[in-house]
C-alpha cells in the first residue's frame, strides 16, 4: 500500500514556542491531506483537510491561527502548532489520499508541551 | 454532517470466539465504510471496507455488513487470535474526496488466550 511518513515522531518543547510537524506521502501524489488529533484512549478528531495549492478547510472549534496547515506540494503537507501550551500535547496523525482511494495514515507525533 | 456512533467502547473475548462491532451513521449520502485497526503506538491500518452498493464483504475472518436503510454497519471477527486486540475504528463518509469521513469513537478488543 501507499507510505505515508510523518516528522518528528515525537517532540518536546517549552511552553509558548511554535513546533512544526510534517507529512510527506512517500510514493504517490495525495491531493488531498487530513490532519487528525488523538488523545490518549480515545478516536481520531478531524482538525482540517487540506488540498494541495488551496487553503485548508478547518472543523468546527479548531482555531485556524493556532494550528496553520500548508499543503505546498503533492507530496508535503505541514501542521505548525503557534505558541504551544500544554493542553496542546497531543498525538497528531495526519492522512493522505487521493480521488476516490482510502486514507493512508502516518505514523503520528507525539507532542509534548512543558 | 456527518455523525458516527460505535458500540461497543470495549470488548474481551475468549480466543477463538467471535467479536461483533458495530456502528450507525447520521448522514444518508455517506456510501463509504471503511475500517481501521490500530495497534498500540501504531497508525491505524484500513482492514475492510465497504461500498454502500453493497451488503456485505468477507475476507478470511473478517466480514462487514452493511444496512442502508437502518444506516448501520457491523464488522465481524471470527476465530479471534491474541494478535486480533487493537483498537477498531469505523467510519462513514464520501468515497469520492474523503474531507467529509469521520470516525467512531473506536472499540478496544482484547482476545484472552
Known amino acids: 500500500g501507499a507510505v505515508v511518513s510523518q516528522h518528528p515522531s515525537w517532540v518536546i518543547c517549552k511552553s509558548g514556542t511554535s513546533v512544526k510537524i510534517e507529512c510527506r506521502s512517500l510514493?504517490?501524489?495525495?491531493?488531498?491531506m487530513f490532519w487528525y488529533r488523538q488523545f490518549p484512549k480515545q478516536s481520531l478528531m478531524l482538525m482540517a483537510t487540506s488540498n494541495e495549492g488551496s487553503k485548508a478547510t478547518y472543523e468546527q472549534g479548531v482555531e485556524k491561527d493556532k494550528f496553520l496547515i500548508n499543503h505546498a506540494s503533492l507530496t508535503l503537507s505541514t501542521l505548525t502548532v503557534t505558541s504551544a501550551h500544554p493542553e496542546d500535547s497531543s498525538f497528531y496523525i495526519c492522512?493522505?489520499?487521493?480521488?476516490?482511494?482510502?486514507?493512508?495514515f502516518g505514523p503520528g507525533t507525539r507532542l509534548t508541551v512543558l | 454532517g456527518e455523525n458516527v456512533e460505535q458500540h461497543p467502547s470495549t470488548l474481551s473475548v475468549q480466543e477463538g470466539d467471535s467479536a461483533v462491532i458495530k456502528c450507525t451513521y447520521s448522514d444518508s449520502a455517506s456510501n463509504y465504510f471503511p475500517w481501521y485497526k490500530q495497534e498500540l503506538g501504531k497508525r491505524p491500518q484500513l482492514i475492510i471496507d465497504i461500498r454502500s452498493n453493497v451488503g456485505e464483504k468477507k475476507d478470511q475472518r473478517i466480514a462487514v455488513t452493511l444496512n442502508k436503510t437502518a444506516k448501520h454497519f457491523s464488522l465481524h471477527i471470527t476465530e479471534t487470535q491474541p494478535e486480533d486486540s487493537a483498537v477498531y475504528f469505523c467510519?462513514?463518509?464520501?468515497?469520492?474526496?474523503?474531507?467529509?469521513?469521520?470516525f467512531g469513537a473506536g472499540t478496544r478488543l482484547t482476545v484472552k488466550p
Open positions: 510514493d504517490f501524489q495525495a491531493t488531498t
Open positions: 492522512s493522505a489520499s487521493w480521488s476516490g482511494h482510502e486514507q493512508f
Open positions: 467510519a462513514a463518509g464520501k468515497r469520492v474526496n474523503n474531507n467529509d469521513m469521520r
